[in-house]
């Protein structure tokens, strides 16, 4: 480990915006799971692991809790979600910096994470207001139809390192106002961040009231045993995973074995097309954005494009120079725009994907570590563009790293096929200026995925949409439109006031 001044630095700050934020000090020390920070590998907390046994009381006050919670008024439920909001407001800038220091985003991406966690409670503050059922035209005269949405019980989050905040408040807000109760497990990768913001979920459950039941929001922190231990559980009902393909593979058999709804959020291996007609001044700072943003870590990183043969000379030398100039640094330090990855698995692994391309006959810009003697513990590099001969070998596999492949085109529908040509089905974005190839596009016949954008790249959505993906990605809907529907379960209510009993489908069953 590297016990240099800015690393000592490090650690210090993460404890003063803990303890602002309401964590105490005793909570970072002493425990036996270190939070470490990529940014140079330093150990920043050791923190308290949670047993199974711990896991399974943390899911009975959960569940204790949804009994009294489900009886509150939504909009009241609404209130707590508004508190959350104003918390997370007051704290966005020492949030955000947690999350930089935890994850390693560059400023304006952490900051922009808890906008995010900001924006969907105002979404769902709304949302308790809008809890809508149908009301359903029946077939037999003097009776009603209709639907009622109640809360499903214990929710439970299990997120990435990635977006270690932002994906438990898409699912956490939503679940809250819907009546449910939240026992979170954290990334192991990321424990402080979750232990922030359970201490600002408190801090607005005490101004909330006394009707907010204790239990509500349980956090639980380690490994995937007390992942296990929450999927297993049948006292939880929805269990929303946000990982890797292998991950929900494992997840999804086994919630669906004890009958319990999954929200999987798997990988991406998203895509853009460039088509003759791209306004390619736009098409490269989309590229270079949701391609090397992140450090290539989000789930809707872009990782495939897919260019027309006519643009390609225009484009991709303009890209590999964008590419071996941008600011790999610090996260926190001014003008960075590209900070680590999250530790040495993540290296090695960008490391073989390469050495893969290149096996298949790939020509790889850049994509070496670079700061290794000033942060030997630290995993940045610069990142990769790989001109690869066709969509082959680690092209058709998500590594999470910053590694751009590009791939020729000459026909449109050959470009789509390529785009829908992978497992995953996360997001994806073509950048024309023709509209039939864009509505093309985002029509039936177009992208496969869960997200089609068009002249802006595959990441950064907005919390008002519903954010999720097909196939491999494993189907979940998150955030925003109707993805509350998840999180409650669906009675359809028939009511007879006629005083009579007509049987639906003209059945007759007269008993004297
Ligand atoms: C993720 O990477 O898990 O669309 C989520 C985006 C973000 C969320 C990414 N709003 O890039």
């Not at 707590?80 to 800038?93: A, H, I």
């Not at 439970?156 to 939240?182: E, H, M, R, T, Y």
């Not at 993906?469 to 379960?489: L, P």
């Amino acid at each position: 480990m590297t016990v240099g001044l800015d690393t000592v630095k490090f650690a210090e700050e993460t404890i003063k915006l803990m303890e602002r934020m309401g964590v105490a000090r005793a909570a970072l020390e002493g425990g036996t799971l270190a939070a470490t920070s990529p940014n140079s590998g330093e150990t920043l907390a050791m923190i308290t692991e949670n047993s199974a046994a711990e896991t399974s009381a943390a899911i009975g006050r959960a569940h204790d809790a949804f009994k009294e919670w489900r009886k509150l008024p939504a909009p009241r439920r609404g209130e707590l979600v508004r508190l959350l909001g104003e918390e997370l407001r007051s704290c966005k800038d020492d949030l955000g910096k947690l999350v930089s220091l935890e994850a390693g985003k560059i400023t304006s991406e952490g900051l922009g994470e808890v906008q995010e966690m900001i924006d969907i409670c105002d979404f769902a503050v709304g949302l308790s207001r809008q809890l809508y059922g149908l009301t359903i035209a029946t077939e037999r005269s003097g009776h009603r139809m209709m639907e009622t949405w109640h809360p499903s019980g214990v929710v439970g989050v299990i997120s990435a390192f990635n977006f270690p905040v932002a994906v438990w408040s898409w699912n956490a807000a939503l679940a809250f106002v819907c009546g449910d109760s939240v026992v979170w497990k954290p990334s192991e990768k990321s424990p402080l961040t979750a232990m922030a913001v359970q201490a600002l979920y408190e801090r607005a459950a005490a101004k909330f009231g006394d009707d907010v039941p204790k239990g509500l929001l349980e956090v639980i922190q380690g490994g995937s045993k007390i992942g296990e231990t929450l999927v297993d559980d049948k006292r939880v009902p929805v269990i929303s995973a946000t990982g890797s393909t292998r991950m929900g593979l494992q997840v999804g058999p086994r919630v669906a074995q004890r009958f319990g709804k999954s929200i999987l959020e798997l990988g991406g291996n998203n895509a853009a097309i460039v088509t003759p007609s791209a306004d390619l001044d736009l098409t490269l700072r989309g590229v270079a954005f949701a391609a090397m943003g992140t450090c290539g870590q989000r789930c809707t990183s872009l990782r495939r494009l897919i260019t027309h043969d006519s643009v390609y000379d225009s484009l991709i030398p303009r890209l590999i120079k964008a590419y071996a100039s941008v600011k790999i640094g610090i996260p926190t330090e001014e003008g960075t725009l590209i900070g680590p990855l999250i530790d040495k698995d993540a290296f090695d692994n960008m490391q073989y994907a390469l050495e893969a391309a290149k096996a298949a006959g790939g020509i790889v810009h850049g994509g070496g570590r670079v700061m290794a003697d000033e942060y030997p513990d630290a995993y940045y590099v610069q990142p990769a563009i790989v001109e690869m001969p066709g969509q082959v070998g680690p092209v058709l596999e998500e590594t999470f790293a910053p590694i751009l492949y590009v791939v020729r085109y000459s026909d449109f529908d050959e470009a789509v096929e390529i785009q829908n040509g992978v497992g995953a089905g996360l997001s994806s974005s073509i950048f024309t200026q023709d509209i039939g190839e864009a509505e093309s596009f985002v029509s039936v016949t177009g992208s496969d995925c869960g997200i089609a954008n068009v002249n802006i790249g595959p990441s950064g959505a907005e919390i008002g949409g519903a954010f999720g993906g097909e196939k491999e990605t494993g189907g979940g809907r998150e955030a925003g439109s109707d993805a509350w529907k998840a999180y409650m379960r669906r009675a359809t209510n028939t009511i007879n006031y006629s005083g009579a009993l007509p049987l639906a489908q003209g059945v007759k069953f007269d008993v004297e």
